[in-house]
């Protein structure tokens, strides 16, 4: 089959690139595409754009002068996201997906497009259309279809994409987003005009010497979603926060996990804007090479701010149709292509495949099997008494979200809970970089570490040692304060005995403290603290302590 395959690709003079290479490196085969040019996507390089001046004052300055933007001119923001999923095999055909792996590795007749090879739905991707249309409290067409988009492009080996046009299996939603508190907090409610089922396209790998390209298809025929938003946004913060909260919702689902990083969440971005008080919509600007949230809000603030110096400039005839990338390196926006009109993708039914329908009961029992969504944990969360900040960090992992629903769940207490797993624990992962999942303690030994703790068996210093061991090595909480014999001292006579021999080793300091110099108490406690080796519970500690310093000599 692979040697048909070579017999039958020509190289043609009307193509972009004149040159097709095939060859086999490893048992793995390459398409290599020289080119007679290099083409880069800063056109703009004949025209520069205007220049926006960065102030020294850094992102203060950068928000006062989106404040005075805005009260000129309103931002018109929508994304198109890709999201891949997780299935098994591929959309239309049984090759698996494993990112990373060798070129061309996972192909097969189907994927790379060969004549008379027939694709079969991956009902899976249809479950998890299903799905995600619910969770974005969609209408779903209970009788959808695929369609052919027509285009031409070297990773595209049919000439065609599996997609699906005027009938999208889900339509009309919404999505909740609540701001980080750090910018001021409040709920946004962004709409969903459709989520469509597709296949992805191959990936071109540039050579190092930049003249040909290489075409790898393990991509090919991959599951998408493609979930386009109504343009509700109008910052560049809201559109991040609408991605972000868009891959906590498939990560929860279990469709995707949603690693930009991977590609397997992709955001394209349109941009416009139009003074206050104008009704019709500005030129649209499409952004891409957006791989963070943080490079989707920073594109979108360049964007609204040299469209905004444009319009001020009297120069708006100058804002394109066209699609920008956003380049990382020098934080700007640059032309990638002009868009003259519409594209004609010669949209028709595909004909391989038959429509998808569904039923009532298939419905019901997705909508049946869908976990606590983001929103309705954080608004669990905030009903127990937690912080907006305190939500935000333990509904956005779904991980950490079932550790600390466990915790509780185990009767710890919720503050406390909240606590230890924001600070501490948190702190362990960041600097081990680990997940929730990878730590060695359990969710039923926190709640015995918060139970021991506020039951005073054990001091809150010795809980945090515990806890690093129990996160490193594991083990139980009542084991190793056993083995250690960490159990807190409280019996005031022992206590006395202890303050007592600190007095008579430190008459100097007594004296003084006596004299006025008050501070000294901390001296004394740390000393019966060494004593003890930290068992000593503090608040009888102090009290003694206290009785025994300004008791008169």
Same mark, same amino acid.
């Given at each position: 089959?692979?040697?048909?395959?070579? &017999?039958?690709?020509?190289?043609?003079?009307?193509?972009?690139?004149?040159?097709?290479? @095939?060859?086999?490196?490893?048992?793995?085969?390459y398409?290599?595409?020289?080119?007679?040019?290099?083409?880069?996507?800063?056109?703009?390089?004949?025209?520069?754009?205007?220049?926006?001046?960065s102030?020294?004052?850094?992102?203060?300055?950068?928000?006062?002068?989106?404040?005075?933007?805005?009260?000129?001119?309103?931002?018109?923001?929508?994304?198109?996201?890709?999201?891949?999923?997780?299935?098994?095999?591929?959309?239309?055909?049984?090759?698996?997906?494993?990112? *990373?792996?060798?070129?061309?590795?996972?192909?097969? +007749?189907?994927?790379?497009?060969?004549p *008379?090879?027939?694709?079969?739905?991956?009902?899976?991707?249809?479950?998890?259309a299903?799905?995600?249309?619910?969770?974005?409290?969609?209408?779903?067409?209970?009788?959808?279809?695929?369609?052919?988009?027509?285009?031409?492009?070297?990773?595209? +080996?049919?000439?065609?994409?599996?997609?699906?046009?005027?009938?999208?299996?889900?339509?009309?939603?919404?999505?909740?987003?609540?701001?980080p508190?750090?910018?001021?907090?409040? %709920? &946004?409610?962004?709409?969903?005009t459709?989520?469509?089922?597709?296949?992805?396209?191959?990936?071109?790998? %540039?050579?190092?010497? *930049?003249?040909? @390209?290489?075409?790898?298809?393990?991509?090919? *025929?991959?599951?998408l979603?493609?979930?386009?938003?109504?343009p509700?946004?109008?910052?560049?913060?809201?559109?991040?926060?609408?991605?972000?909260?868009?891959?906590?919702?498939? &990560?929860?689902?279990?469709?995707?996990?949603?690693?930009?990083?991977?590609?397997?969440?992709?955001?394209?971005?349109?941009?416009?804007?139009?003074?206050?008080?104008?009704?019709?919509?500005?030129?649209?600007?499409?952004?891409?090479?957006?791989?963070?949230?943080?490079?989707?809000? &920073?594109?979108?603030?360049?964007?609204?701010?040299?469209?905004?110096?444009?319009?001020?400039?009297g120069k708006?005839?100058?804002?394109?149709?066209?699609?920008?990338?956003?380049?990382?390196?020098?934080?700007?926006?640059?032309?990638?292509?002009?868009?003259?009109?519409?594209?004609?993708?010669?949209?028709?039914?595909?004909p391989?495949?038959?429509?998808?329908?569904?039923?009532?009961?298939?419905?019901?029992?997705?909508?049946?099997?869908?976990?606590?969504?983001?929103?309705?944990?954080?608004?669990?969360?905030?009903?127990?008494?937690?912080?907006?900040?305190?939500?935000?960090?333990?509904?956005?992992?779904?991980?950490?979200?079932?550790?600390?629903?466990?915790?509780?769940?185990?009767?710890?207490?919720?503050?406390?809970?909240?606590?230890?797993?924001?600070?501490?624990?948190?702190?362990?992962?960041?600097?081990?970089?680990?997940?929730?999942?990878?730590?060695?303690?359990?969710?039923?030994?926190?709640?015995?570490?918060?139970?021991?703790?506020?039951?005073?068996?054990?001091?809150?210093?010795?809980?945090?040692?515990?806890?690093?061991?129990?996160?490193?090595?594991?083990?139980?909480?009542?084991?190793?304060?056993?083995?250690?014999?960490?159990?807190?001292?409280?019996?005031?006579?022992?206590?006395?005995?202890?303050?007592?021999?600190?007095?008579?080793?430190?008459?100097?300091?007594l004296?003084?403290y006596?004299?006025?110099?008050? !501070? @000294?108490?901390?001296?004394?406690?740390?000393?019966?603290?060494?004593?003890?080796?930290?068992?000593?519970?503090?608040?009888? @500690?102090? !009290?003694?302590?206290?009785e025994?310093?300004?008791?008169?000599?």
């Amino acid at each position: 089959m692979a040697s048909f395959l070579f &017999r039958t690709i020509q190289s043609h003079s009307f193509l972009l690139c004149p040159t097709t290479l @095939l060859r086999r490196n490893n048992g793995a085969f390459y398409c290599s595409m020289k080119s007679t040019h290099t083409q880069t996507a800063t056109q703009e390089k004949q025209q520069p754009p205007p220049k926006i001046k960065s102030s020294p004052q850094g992102n203060q300055a950068k928000t006062r002068t989106l404040d005075r933007i805005s009260k000129e001119y309103e931002a018109i923001i929508g994304i198109e996201t890709h999201v891949q999923l997780s299935t098994l095999t591929k959309a239309f055909c049984t090759c698996p997906y494993n990112y *990373g792996s060798q070129p061309n590795t996972s192909v097969c +007749p189907i994927c790379m497009g060969l004549p *008379g090879a027939l694709p079969v739905v991956n009902s899976k991707v249809v479950e998890f259309a299903v799905k995600l249309g619910l969770a974005l409290n969609c209408k779903l067409s209970f009788n959808s279809k695929f369609d052919r988009k027509q285009y031409f492009y070297p990773d595209l +080996p049919k000439g065609y994409q599996i997609s699906q046009f005027d009938i999208p299996i889900a339509t009309g939603g919404y999505l909740d987003v609540d701001l980080p508190v750090e910018f001021g907090g409040g %709920h &946004r409610r962004f709409g969903i005009t459709r989520v469509h089922m597709e296949e992805d396209a191959g990936k071109l790998l %540039h050579a190092d010497d *930049g003249e040909y @390209l290489q075409v790898d298809l393990n991509r090919a *025929g991959v599951p998408l979603l493609e979930i386009v938003s109504e343009p509700d946004m109008r910052t560049g913060l809201e559109a991040a926060e609408y991605a972000a909260e868009l891959q906590r919702l498939v &990560r929860y689902l279990g469709v995707s996990n949603g690693n930009m990083q991977e590609g397997s969440l992709r955001c394209d971005v349109n941009v416009s804007i139009r003074p206050v008080g104008q009704s019709k919509f500005g030129t649209k600007v499409e952004i891409k090479n957006l791989n963070s949230f943080s490079s989707i809000n &920073r594109a979108i603030d360049f964007e609204i701010a040299r469209q905004a110096l444009l319009y001020s400039q009297g120069k708006a005839d100058q804002i394109v149709q066209e699609t920008r990338l956003w380049e990382e390196g020098s934080q700007k926006t640059v032309t990638m292509r002009k868009k003259e009109g519409l594209a004609d993708y010669r949209y028709f039914p595909e004909p391989d495949l038959s429509e998808v329908i569904l039923n009532k009961e298939y419905v019901d029992s997705i909508q049946s099997s869908l976990p606590e969504l983001p929103e309705m944990k954080r608004r669990r969360y905030e009903e127990m008494g937690l912080s907006m900040q305190d939500v935000l960090f333990l509904a956005n992992d779904i991980n950490v979200a079932r550790f600390f629903d466990a915790t509780i769940g185990k009767g710890a207490d919720v503050k406390l809970a909240a606590n230890w797993i924001m600070g501490d624990i948190a702190a362990y992962m960041k600097n081990e970089k680990l997940t929730i999942n990878e730590i060695k303690l359990s969710a039923a030994e926190l709640a015995e570490l918060i139970a021991s703790i506020k039951g005073a068996t054990i001091s809150g210093k010795i809980g945090k040692e515990i806890l690093f061991e129990l996160m490193a090595k594991g083990g139980t909480v009542k084991g190793i304060i056993k083995e250690k014999d960490l159990v807190q001292i409280v019996d005031p006579s022992e206590i006395e005995k202890m303050v007592d021999k600190v007095f008579s080793e430190n008459p100097k300091q007594l004296e003084q403290y006596r004299g006025g110099k008050t !501070k @000294l108490q901390g001296f004394f406690a740390g000393q019966v603290m060494k004593i003890s080796k930290g068992k000593a519970n503090p608040g009888l @500690l102090n !009290k003694i302590l206290l009785e025994k310093l300004n008791a008169k000599s």
